[in-house]
């Protein structure tokens, strides 16, 4: 009859899927913890009753015994759910086991939230500085190579905006120093054979050129009225 009633607490026992925390291997774990400590006080009490009938003036209280089991559970509990926090987060999980026999329940419920993964505040702001300083040694890339283009960049620019100094200033010589000629210039509807380029000016450019005849000629074309420039 006693040995009914023990191993009817040990079926009453909440089961795994019923808990409120999530399914990870460590619920698993514990549950499985939970249950074999479960089945070993319930030996111990079924133990304990067997021997206490045997003996017609002794009394017990299958109440007390039930509250004691319960109370072991709890402290285990949550000494083991403390442990296993401390373990997750990288520190010792031996004196939190203690603690959450001190403090059941309450203390692994406040490491739970209070504890970060150990060395990850350092990694973050390990990293940050190394971000910071790849961000800083870039701004300062950009800026060599900024005052590095300089007159070039100038130059490149004022190429896209059409026919100007720069532009012919640019063309007029070889790489030996020789005229780089002769072009096709179009201007004004007409079409000269540009010998060589005598000097770019602000406004026009002075060319010499090819005559009817074929004796070189000069002339100043304006920028504004030229067409077409080629090479010929």
Known sequence: MHSEHCLSFGNGL???GENIMNNSDFIDKFWEIVH???NAICKVVLGYVNESSKATDVEYDM???FLIAVGILVLLGSACWAASIAKCRRYNPIPHFI????LPWIYPLVILFAFDIKGVKEMRAKAEQERQAMEAAEAERQ???ALNMGAEAQEEE???TGWNQAFFEKIARAE?????????????GNTIRVLSIIEALPEV???EFEGDKGAPMKIRIPYAKIEGWQKA
Do not use: F, H, M, R
């Open 14 to 16: 909440p089961n795994k």
């Open 36 to 38: 074999n400590c479960w």
């Open 143 to 145: 800026k060599n190579i």
């Open 158 to 160: 004022e190429e896209t």
């Open 99 to 102: 603690l959450g026999i001190i």
């Open 63 to 65: 109440g007390a015994a």
């Open 176 to 188: 030996d120093g020789s005229s780089a000629g002769p072009w096709l210039a179009t201007y004004g």
């Open 205 to 207: 450019v002075n060319v």
